[in-house]
C-alpha cells in the first residue's frame, strides 16, 4: 500500500459529497465497529459515500493508489469483510432512497437499506420481497449472497426477487445489469458476493404480504428435542410452501410468555410463519402443538414488520460471535444425537444451533441459473456462536468448531457463502459450487485485479 498525504486526502474529500474519515475522528470510530464485535480493524479510510458518485470516486480512489478495498452496507458479516485494515472502506450505510411502485410491484432502493428499512417501505403499499430475519442486516450483502427468510419457500430467494442492479466496477464505470443487460454480471451477482463491482442500487419484485401474518414460537423442552426434531422433519417435509418452520435450540431466554422456572433452561423452539391468509395457516400450524409437552406458546396474527423484528433483541450489535455452518439435504438421526449433546453443554448462555427451512421455490431453479449454486439445501445449519467477554473466546470457538465437526457426516458438503466466518477461507469453493469456475470467467472479465478482494474471494480465472 502507498503512504498516502494529505494532499491526495484533501483531493478526495473535495469530489465526494460525502465524509471521508481518518483515525482520530470520533465518527472514524464508530463507523469503522460493524456488528460482530471480534472484528477490530482501522482502515486508512472510510468513505461515507452520500450519492453513487462518491462509490465512482472512492473505487477509482482506491485503485489508482493500490489501496486495499472493502465494501460496507449493513455491516453485519460474520467474517467482518466490511472492514480492512489500512485500506478503504465504501461505506453505503447512509444511502437508502427507496421507491415503491404498487403497480408494478416493484422497489427500487439504494444500497445503504437495512431489512427494516426496505420492509417499512414496502409494506405500506401492503408488499415485500424475502430477505432474512434480524431486521438491522443490510439487505446489500445479504442479497449478493442469495437471502433467505421467512417468505424464501413461498417466493424464492432474494436474489430469484431481484429485476437489477446498477455496479461500480474496477474501471469506475456504472453498469446497469438485469436479465438482458450484461446478463453474465447480473448472473455473478446473485451470489457470487461483493466480488465484482460496488452495487449501488437493487430493483425487486415485491408480493402481497401481511400487513398482518400469522407466526411466533411454540416451545419444548430439550429432553424432548429428538421426538421433536423427529416430528418436525416429517411435517416440514409435508408442508406447503407457505409455512416456513424453523428449529432453535439453546437456552431459553427470559420470555415473557414462559414460565420463570423454564428461563435458562435448554429448550426447542419451533418458529412458525405462515405467509398468507392468517385463518388459512391456524389449522395447519396446529399439528405443531402436539410435538410434546408445550413449555409455552406465542404463536398469533401480528403485523408482519413486528415478526421481522421479532429476533433483534437476541442478535443485538456489539457482542462477539463465530458462527459454523452446513446446508443439509435430510436430517438424519444421528445429526440429531449430536445436536443434542452440543446443546448440554451450550460455552454461554446466548449461543444456539438453528436450522433455517429452505425448500419450496427455493429449490425449484437450476444450480446453475444463479451464482447461487445450492437449490438443493432443505436446511441451513448454523451455530451461533455468542458471546461477550473476550476471555471465553477460546472456550466458545472450539464448543462451535467440535459441534461443526461432529455434525459435517450428516451434511451435504455446501454452505451459504453470507455465514461463512473469517477462518473458512478453504470453504470457499464449497460456498460457490458448481458455479466456481464461471464465477471465475466472469470475475477476469470485471475485476481483472481482484480489486474487490475483501469479501469470500473468488479469484480471476
Ligand atoms: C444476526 C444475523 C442474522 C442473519 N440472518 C440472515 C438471514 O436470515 N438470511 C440470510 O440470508 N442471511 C442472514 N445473515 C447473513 C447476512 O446475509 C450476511 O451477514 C450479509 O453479508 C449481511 O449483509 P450486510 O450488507 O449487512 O453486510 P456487510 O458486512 O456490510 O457486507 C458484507 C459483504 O457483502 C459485500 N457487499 C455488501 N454491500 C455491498 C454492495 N453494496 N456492493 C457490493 N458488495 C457488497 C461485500 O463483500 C461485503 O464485505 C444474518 C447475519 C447476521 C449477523
Known amino acids: 500500500m502507498m503512504n498516502l498525504s494529505v494532499t491526495q486526502i484533501q483531493g478526495l474529500k473535495e469530489n465526494v459529497a460525502g465524509e471521508v474519515l481518518v483515525p482520530g475522528q470520533d465518527a472514524y470510530e464508530s463507523a469503522r465497529k460493524i456488528w460482530n464485535a471480534m472484528v477490530d480493524k482501522h482502515p486508512a479510510l472510510i468513505v461515507r459515500c452520500a450519492a453513487h458518485l462518491d462509490v465512482v470516486h472512492a473505487v477509482n480512489f482506491a485503485r489508482d493508489n493500490g489501496l486495499v478495498l472493502a465494501i460496507r452496507s449493513g455491516g453485519h458479516n460474520i467474517a467482518g469483510s466490511a472492514m480492512c485494515d ?17 403497480e408494478q410491484r416493484r422497489v427500487s432502493i439504494e444500497s445503504g437499506l437495512t431489512l427494516a428499512d426496505i420492509d417499512a417501505a414496502t409494506q405500506a403499499c401492503g408488499l415485500a420481497t424475502p430477505v432474512g430475519i434480524n431486521s438491522t442486516t443490510g439487505v446489500a450483502g445479504l442479497t449478493l449472497g442469495g437471502g433467505f427468510g421467512w417468505l424464501s419457500r413461498k417466493y424464492g430467494l432474494t436474489i430469484d426477487n431481484l429485476v437489477s442492479a446498477e455496479v461500480v466496477i474496477a474501471t469506475g464505470e456504472v453498469l446497469r445489469t438485469s436479465a438482458t443487460e ?10 457470487g458476493g461483493g466480488n465484482f463491482g460496488v452495487v449501488t442500487h437493487f430493483e425487486f419484485q415485491l408480493h402481497p404480504v401481511g400487513p398482518d401474518v400469522l407466526s411466533g414460537l411454540i416451545v419444548y423442552p430439550i429432553a424432548e428435542a429428538k421426538s421433536v426434531l423427529q416430528q418436525y422433519r ?5 408442508a406447503p410452501d407457505a409455512l416456513s ?21 435448554g429448550i ?39 415478526w421481522q423484528q421479532a429476533f433483534d433483541p437476541l442478535l443485538t450489535p456489539g457482542a462477539r460471535n463465530y458462527w459454523k455452518s452446513h446446508n443439509f439435504s435430510t436430517l438424519d438421526d444421528g445429526l440429531f444425537d449430536v445436536v443434542i449433546q452440543y446443546i448440554d453443554t451450550l460455552p454461554s448462555p446466548q449461543c444456539e444451533i438453528f436450522f433455517a427451512a429452505l425448500g419450496g421455490v427455493t429449490s ?19 451455530v451461533h456462536g455468542r458471546w461477550d467477554d473476550s476471555a471465553d473466546d477460546q472456550r466458545c470457538i472450539d464448543w462451535a468448531r467440535d459441534f461443526f465437526e461432529a455434525s459435517a457426516p450428516f451434511a451435504s458438503g455446501s454452505v451459504y457463502v453470507n455465514f461463512l466466518s473469517a477462518d ?16 471465475a470467467q466472469v470475475k477476469r472479465k470485471y475485476d481483472p485485479e481482484n480489486l474487490f478482494c475483501t469479501n469470500q474471494n473468488i479469484q480471476p480465472g
Open 364 to 382: 425449484q431453479p437450476s444450480p446453475d441459473s444463479t451464482a447461487y449454486a445450492h437449490r438443493d439445501a432443505r436446511f441451513a445449519m448454523n
Open 424 to 439: 473458512e477461507g478453504d470453504r470457499i469453493r464449497n460456498a460457490y459450487g458448481v458455479n466456481y469456475d464461471r464465477l
Open 268 to 306: 426447542i423452539a419451533l418458529a412458525v410463519f405462515y405467509a398468507d391468509d392468517p385463518q388459512q395457516g391456524e389449522p395447519l400450524v396446529e399439528p405443531l402443538r402436539k410435538f410434546g409437552t408445550v413449555l409455552g406458546e406465542h404463536v398469533g396474527v401480528q403485523p408482519y414488520t413486528a
Open 182 to 191: 450484461h446478463p453474465d454480471l447480473f448472473w455473478a451477482l446473485r451470489g
Open 234 to 238: 416429517e411435517f416440514i417435509a409435508q
Open 86 to 102: 489500512g485500506g478503504l472502506v465504501i461505506d453505503l450505510s447512509q444511502m437508502k432512497a427507496v421507491s415503491v411502485d404498487p
Open 245 to 265: 418452520v424453523w428449529v432453535v435450540l439453546r437456552k431459553a431466554p427470559p420470555l415473557p410468555f414462559l414460565p420463570d422456572s423454564v428461563h435458562g433452561t
